[in-house]
DNA sequence: GTAGGGTTAG
């Protein structure tokens, strides 16, 4: 027989705490109880008590408990740092941190991890280096705990080096100390670091489990490496691994972000236990791969019997009307944030609408309503939408208008300054168009390069526009001057040159025609089957004219080639693209 | 006579 069934029976106020959980109003009305019997002396119920409060989230009842104790001693401060920090309330952890320091109540090893936790969620470095200090005068030092938390608490303060230096001289490395390092590179975006972490871990023999996997799922995701997420995911299941909400939910991520949307919906279809971060990463895959239709539909399926969407929720899929030109759901679904859900949109929901209004041509209407929103000084993303929507619809007076009024207020956003001057090359204003050049170059602003990036055969290659680094250069051009050629002769028309319809800040010395996208898909026809979708990966957004050259190639070469742009998907196809041109 | 930590997903 289990042991622990014959340990001694709790007190019945200790049972009724149990049975009240984390649920404020049975809590206290267990706690009128517990004074009413006297028993409210007792520590130990207090401290329950406590905890519990702090679980259901009411960090007032909390301190007022803490407060009714008239000597706390280690263990109630411990627990009221530890709660604290673990449901969210990290300046409360630092608050009750110095109390205890001022009641000359030494700090454990306990206590430092989850105020390093608490400074992390807070990225408060000045804070956290000095408990830093602190826990190497204590002599915790080199707990592993400990160690962890500082690990995690550095990298998410941005300061890499620091962590890396406490992850190297970590005496022993747990499972966790790799995956605070792996997690800590992801999240600052260097993939392939976290990737490689990874892997030298394996080789070290220290098991990865399934927060690892999170973590270098994410890593994939980010790449937009496809073949190697899918052996991830094999080696998930290989081990026989659990698929937990985080670790689904990172699967579905990874699949949406490379393209591959209907796997995703097969790993959210099996799994047992679903959230609603699990729902919006599935609605947000069918948004910006294209599927608006599908995406909405799922929406409606979540609000009929899934978990309460909540602001994220709706970013992605008014992002889906914005994308997919759904104007009626759009206005719809905005309302009901506050009507049915009373949620407040932010800015990324203005953004959104407006964007929406804009690409569907009511200039006017996303005019009126930044205008309506802001009566003062409106956020500059706002402006940024209204921006793009005035190229798209060619409106040269108020995208003018608009991108000065963006030059003065961020005048140090290249963004803003290719946007202006590609709309007065629309315009064939070509004389601004040099004026807005030179203005970029007196103020020593660099554009982003553009670059892409193919992976054959399980190598990633990077192409940058006009690039001739690689070995089989001559080839490459040579391959896409001639496709370009089957191209034109299947009715394909370049831009002109002279007008710059470039959407990032490419140089336009170059001809388009060498974009990276163009090069990279050029490589990847010359080495890869008949059969196989070619997939790309940008860092900017595509311009209009690769855009329409890709449509035919997908037609000349009969292949299918997907492009992940900055923001969202394209999949080529037949000579049509699922963005129906929309994006 | 009270608990037990650090890492993870949109």
């Given at each position: 027989m289990d042991t622990k069934l014959i340990s001694p029976p709790k007190s019945p106020a200790y049972k009724a705490l149990l049975r009240a959980g984390p649920n404020l109003k049975p809590l206290q009305q267990v706690h009128a109880h517990i004074v009413v019997s006297g028993s409210h002396r007792s520590r130990s119920l207090l401290t329950k008590l406590l905890t519990l409060a702090c679980e259901?989230?009411?960090?007032?009842?909390?301190?007022?408990?803490?407060?009714?104790?008239?000597?706390?001693?280690?263990?109630?401060?411990?627990?009221?740092?530890?709660?604290?920090?673990?449901?969210?309330?990290?300046?409360?952890?630092?608050?009750?941190?110095?109390?205890?320091?001022?009641?000359?109540?030494?700090?454990?090893?306990?206590?430092?991890?989850?105020?390093?936790?608490?400074?992390?969620?807070?990225?408060?470095?000045?804070?956290?280096k000095g408990v830093h200090s602190h826990v190497v005068v204590c002599g915790c030092g080199s707990e592993s705990f400990v160690q962890a938390a500082l690990v995690s608490f550095y990298s998410k303060c941005g300061e890499f080096g620091v962590a890396r230096k406490v992850f190297d001289k970590m005496p022993e490395r747990t499972v966790v100390g790799w995956n605070s390092m792996i997690s800590g590179y992801e999240q600052n975006g260097f993939s392939r670091e976290a990737i490689e972490l990874f892997n030298e871990m394996k080789e070290l023999r220290v098991e990865p489990d399934s927060t690892a996997f999170v973590s270098v799922l994410a890593a994939c995701s980010q790449l937009g490496a496809l073949a190697l997420g899918c052996s991830v995911h094999?080696?998930?299941?290989?081990?026989?691994?659990?698929?937990?909400?985080?670790?689904?939910?990172?699967?579905?991520?990874?699949?949406?972000?490379?393209?591959?949307?209907?796997?995703?919906?097969?790993?959210?279809?099996?799994?047992?236990?679903?959230?609603?971060?699990?729902?919006?990463?599935?609605?947000?895959?069918y948004a910006t791969n294209g599927y608006g239709t599908q995406a909405m539909e799922l929406f409606a399926e979540m609000r009929a019997h899934g978990p309460r969407p909540n602001t994220v929720t709706f970013v992605a899929v008014l992002a889906a009307c914005a994308h997919t030109g759904l104007v009626k759901e759009g206005r719809q679904v905005y309302a009901s944030m506050r009507q049915e859900y009373g949620l407040v949109p932010g800015v990324e929901h203005h953004v959104c609408q407006v964007d929406m209004l804009g690409r569907a041509g009511l200039l006017n209407e996303a005019y009126q309503f930044i205008k309506e929103l802001s009566p003062g000084e409106a956020a500059p993303p706002l402006w940024t939408a209204?921006?793009?929507?005035?190229?798209?619809?060619?409106?040269?007076?108020?995208?003018?208008?608009?991108?000065?009024?963006?030059?003065?207020?961020?005048p140090e956003n290249p963004g803003h300054y290719v946007m202006l001057s590609n709309i007065y090359a629309l315009a064939g204003r070509m004389d601004r168009v040099e004026m807005v050049r030179n203005m970029m170059k007196g103020r020593s602003l660099r554009k982003r390069v553009g670059y892409s990036t193919i992976d054959v055969n399980q190598k990633t290659y990077l192409f940058s526009m006009g690039d001739k680094s690689h070995s089989e250069t001559n080839e490459i051009y040579q391959y896409l001057d001639e496709l370009i050629w089957r191209c034109r002769e299947a009715g394909y028309a370049p831009e002109r040159e002279s007008v710059m319809h470039e959407v990032e800040e490419e140089e336009r010395e170059y001809a388009l025609r060498y974009h990276s996208e163009k090069l990279a898909i050029a490589f990847g026809l010359l080495k890869t089957k008949d059969v196989e979708a070619i997939r790309i990966v940008k860092n900017l957004r595509m311009c209009e004219d690769c855009h329409s050259a890709i449509k035919f190639i997908s037609v000349v070469t009969k292949r299918e080639i997907i492009v992940r742009d900055k923001l969202r998907f394209h999949h080529f196809k037949d000579g049509s693209c699922s963005c129906l041109d929309y994006w």
């Open positions: 259901a989230g009411s960090i007032l009842y909390t301190h007022r408990l803490f407060f009714s104790v008239p000597n706390p001693d280690s263990f109630l401060f411990n627990s009221v740092i530890k709660c604290s920090s673990k449901f969210g309330f990290p300046q409360h952890t630092v608050f009750f941190y110095h109390t205890m320091l001022g009641f000359r109540i030494p700090p454990s090893s306990y206590t430092f991890t989850s105020v390093i936790k608490a400074c992390a969620d807070l990225s408060a470095l000045g804070l956290g094999d080696e998930v299941t290989k081990k026989g691994l659990y698929i937990n909400v985080a670790l689904g939910t990172s699967l579905i991520n990874m699949y949406a972000r490379c393209g591959n949307v209907s796997k995703a919906r097969e790993v959210f279809d099996s799994m047992n236990e679903r959230n609603v971060i699990t729902w919006t990463a599935m609605i947000s895959g209204m921006l793009g929507a005035c190229k798209m619809h060619k409106n040269i007076d108020i995208g003018v208008t608009v991108a000065e009024h963006l030059l003065e207020v961020e």
